[in-house]
T-cell receptor, first 112, second 113 residues
């Protein structure tokens, strides 16, 4: 049984470009959350998707958007990239808000 | 707004000795508390959670955590540390109504032989 899978593992972009990160949840999970982890810091919540809708959003600008597909997989899109967007982007999946969120290995985004 | 504090950037302990990694939290309502561990170039791995019930929670790899409501703390403990326990540890809180996890800044645990 595969866990949470994310692609790509590494990505290099330049300022102003757009990027799409992908996440496949653990089998049986229907909720996907995205987090940004800057170097030396704890993860910060970006948003969560359930039933193909954004259910909750953290303190991130509208440049960060997402989507959840009928098979529960999800994409994170970031427009107009800034140097400060360089981070490890983590996807987590789960079932329900009381339950454990399982994390993928992340996508390392470098913005030059 | 909910928050988590991990007051120690790094904890050093000798192999075989007990370890404690500290965490305090602030949240409205009943807290849902979690500990995760992160190894280099890896995602976060779940260790244990407190939702309700006994204040001492047992988790993976011999780790346990003690919930203290009056001190709003949820310290991670292990009776005998292993060199392989060396990693970055994160405490997180979720309130009863929301879905987001709020993480502390992390504590690096170094276990020396």
């Amino acid at each position: 049984d595969a866990g949470v899978t994310q692609s790509p593992t590494h990505l290099i972009k330049t300022r102003g470009q757009q990027v799409t990160l992908r996440c496949s949840p653990k089998s049986g999970h229907d909720t996907v959350s995205w987090y940004q982890q800057a170097l030396g810091q704890g993860p910060q919540f970006i948003f969560q998707y359930y039933e193909e809708e954004e259910r909750q959003r953290g303190n991130f600008p509208d440049r960060f958007s997402g989507h959840q597909f009928p098979n529960y997989s999800s994409e994170l899109n970031v427009n107009a990239l800034l140097l400060g967007d360089s981070a490890l982007y983590l996807c987590a999946s789960g079932t329900g808000y009381k339950n454990i969120q399982y994390f993928g290995a992340g996508t390392r985004l470098s913005v030059l | 707004a909910q928050s988590v504090a991990q007051p120690e950037d790094q904890v050093n302990v000798a192999e075989g000795n007990p370890l404690t990694v500290k965490c305090t939290y602030s949240v409205s309502g009943n807290p849902y508390l979690f500990w995760y561990v992160q190894y280099p170039n890896r995602g976060l791995q779940f260790l244990l959670k407190y939702i309700t019930g006994d204040n001492l929670v047992k988790g993976s790899y011999g780790f346990e955590a003690e919930f203290n409501k009056s001190q709003t703390s949820f310290h991670l403990k292990k009776p005998s540390a292993l060199v392989s326990d060396s990693a970055l540890y994160f405490c997180a809180v979720r309130d009863g109504a929301g879905n987001m996890l709020t993480f502390g800044g992390g504590t690096r645990l170094m276990v020396k032989p």
